[in-house]
Nanobody, 124 residues
């Protein structure tokens, strides 16, 4: 069974940084795309970023542009989300998702493999 295992997250003060990791189990990130999503309490799941591997296409939601960076390791097994200049409004559970045969989309509905989620809290 194809799985994604997430790590990272935690509590950080405003202006701080965190790095989230998303590791593929029983497959690798050679093709398709990986997306990052977040869901705050009482809100819908929101697309944050997406990376497509065949052409290097990267997309960010406007609210994180210039602060978040998505990347893939050379082994093509882990995708990272580096989050800098964090704000209280970034507080949410963050999920990664994969589409081994699909492209980028900040809409969560087309994604079929999901990580377990990790809490990011930004507070002083």
């Amino acid at each position: 069974q194809l799985q994604l295992v997430q790590s990272g997250g935690g509590l950080v003060q405003p202006g701080g940084s965190l790095r989230l990791s998303c590791t593929a189990v029983k497959f690798s990130f050679n093709f398709g795309a990986v997306g990052w999503f977040r869901q705050a309490p009482g809100k819908e799941r929101e697309g944050v970023s997406c990376i497509r591997f065949n052409n290097g296409y990267i997309e960010y939601v406007d609210s994180v542009k210039g602060r978040f960076t998505v990347s893939r390791d050379n082994a093509k097994t882990t995708v990272y989300l580096q989050m800098n200049s964090l704000k209280p409004e970034d507080t949410a559970v963050y999920y990664c998702a994969a589409r081994p045969y699909g492209g980028c989309a900040l809409d969560p509905s087309p994604w079929n493999i999901w990580g377990q989620g990790t809490q990011v809290s930004v507070s002083s």
